[in-house]
């Protein structure tokens, strides 16, 4: 109950939430421990007296943006888990998420009563909070690449991924992209490539006939050599103590030798030593439940045709919080492709709804609780079953990932496959970002005879108010909600200027 109101407070997206929960835990609670302390040192526990908690800020960081899922749910769950067990941990994620949760589902509602014309000045207002949104989307694809992309592979699978998520979509294209990826990096990282070349090369490369004067040169060269054999001998037992006892004694952990400036950081991927887990059995076999429930439900979903809108609706956001590897910024596009290309919610409702949920507190994706109200509108289902719906979909695979993964991670950690794999679905879930950029930007301009959305290079204005947006996050350290303000006052100045 320390972080209780978090879901009141908690505005700017995973960036900031992540900064607010390094204070919150670290600083001011003390619950998980920053710094990479040894737990072998004793002046490091007297100076910082959780030190002998072996669980890191940068791990959980680390799992968190590696897994599929809201990255804020999974590390204020993972952290609270740690502290109080899973119904800590359960009870954290509800106090964070249904502040949120609820406030999209009462603008839902209000948003299901409005005529299908609004005011004039209302258009602007979207407009301009659509530009801001479209620049704050861009800086996030801008800063996570900056944080995937470690070598020509992954610059390239990000790259490809923004172009083809840009000139496809479909319900199973983006959950093959990341996959494709996956492969693609852990064909290089194992080089798989070089190995079969070589095979090839060694199977149609023929050996040259010697010849009989290099034969006796060679011949005359070895026995030439001395070779003492017993030199090659290993040392007697105690000859190998005496010299392992003479050696200096190195020290160890990442304070050895505080004066080495050049020496690399420790990799948080590579630090998960020590990450608290389950037994590994039961977390397969939450994974193994996971991947049988996402089967039955994906398989029914494509065979069954004309499903109930209910199950139809649990299911496409069930696949979307599998596949959504990178947070907010890649879902809006998997939610638009599988809500508003069905026709359950119309274009301007969606960018409403876009525009908004960027300055409510809590995760990103409450924005499928404001579409699963909305796409049940019209149906048997009240609205708040669609909310409810699209709460308990969206986010348990995140969830059940996290959980069994953490029982796995002692066993994979040391993968080198496992690690490549992550390596190109984060790069590939960089680029779809991108891809939202280009989609949402193509549709950001509201107007009442076009409410399905014109690109915003249409007018100018709004192309600075994109503009405005990232430059004043990205260099002057202004929040999110309120460079979203600022667009939606911008545009509103727009209007005012042109109708004068």
């Not at 949760?101 to 299908?116: C, D």
């Not at 095979?199 to 070779?227: I, T």
């Not at 348990?396 to 991670?409: H, K, S, Y």
């Not at 202004?478 to 042109?498: D, E």
Request: charged letters at 10%.
């Amino acid at each position: 109950m320390a972080n209780w109101h978090l879901g009141f407070t908690a505005f700017g997206g995973p960036p900031v939430q992540f900064r607010t929960f390094h204070q919150k835990f670290v600083e001011e609670l003390g619950w998980i421990d920053e710094p990479m302390v040894s737990k072998d040192s004793q002046e490091a526990c007297a100076l910082w007296p959780f030190a002998n908690i072996a669980v890191k800020y940068q791990q959980i960081f680390a799992i968190s943006q590696a897994l599929p899922g809201s990255a804020s749910i999974k590390m204020i769950f993972t952290i609270n888990v740690i502290r109080g067990g899973f119904m800590g941990g359960f009870i954290s994620f509800l106090l964070f998420s249904l502040p949120g949760a609820i406030g999209m589902y009462g603008l839902s509602v209000g948003i299901s009563r409005v005529g299908s014309t609004l005011p004039t000045p209302v258009y602007a207002l979207l407009s301009g909070l659509n530009a801001a949104t479209v620049g704050l989307i861009a800086l996030a694809g801008v800063r996570l690449a900056e944080n995937v992309i470690t070598d020509r592979l992954t610059r390239a699978l990000v790259y490809l991924g923004g172009v083809m998520g840009m000139l496809y979509t479909a319900l199973w294209y983006y959950p093959v992209l990341m996959v494709g990826a996956g492969i693609a990096t852990t064909v290089w990282d194992l080089r798989c490539l070089h190995a079969i070349a070589g095979l090839f090369k060694r199977c149609w490369s023929r050996p040259a006939a010697p010849v009989v004067g290099d034969l006796e040169n060679c011949h005359r060269n070895f026995a030439a050599q001395s070779v003492d054999v017993r030199a090659l001998q290993p040392a007697p037992l105690n000859s190998r103590r005496e010299s392992k006892m003479t050696q200096p004694e190195v020290p160890t952990g990442p304070y050895a030798d505080p004066l080495d400036l050049h020496k690399p950081e420790p990799n948080p991927l590579e630090s998960l030593a020590d990450f608290p887990s389950m037994s590994w059995k039961f977390g397969t076999g939450i994974l193994a439940f996971f991947a049988f429930s996402f089967i039955i439900i994906i398989t029914v979903h494509v065979v069954i045709r004309g499903a109930p809108r209910g199950f139809s609706l649990f299911a496409d956001l069930y696949l979307a919080g599998t596949i959504i590897f990178g947070g907010g910024p890649v879902v809006i596009p998997l939610l638009r492709e599988y809500i508003v290309t069905q026709g359950w919610v119309s274009p301007r409702d969606f960018l409403l709804g876009l525009a908004i949920i960027q300055s409510f507190p809590g995760p990103n994706f409450n924005f499928a609780i404001y579409l699963g109200s909305l796409a049940t509108a019209g149906t048997m289902l009240p609205s708040f079953c669609g909310a409810l719906i699209a709460f308990v979909a969206i986010y348990t695979p995140g969830l059940l990932i996290v959980v069994g993964f953490t029982g796995l991670w002692r066993l994979l950690r040391s993968r080198t496959w496992f690690l490549s794999v992550l390596r190109g679905v984060n790069a590939s879930a960089v680029g779809l970002v991108y891809a939202a950029v280009y989609k949402l930007w193509q549709i950001g301009y509201l107007t009442a005879a076009m409410q399905g959305g014109l690109p915003l290079g249409t007018d100018p204005w709004l192309v600075a108010i994109t503009a405005t947006a990232f430059v004043v996050v990205a260099w002057y350290r202004v929040n999110p909600p309120v460079a979203i303000l600022i667009g939606g006052i911008m545009g509103l100045l727009r209007f005012a200027i042109v109708q004068r």
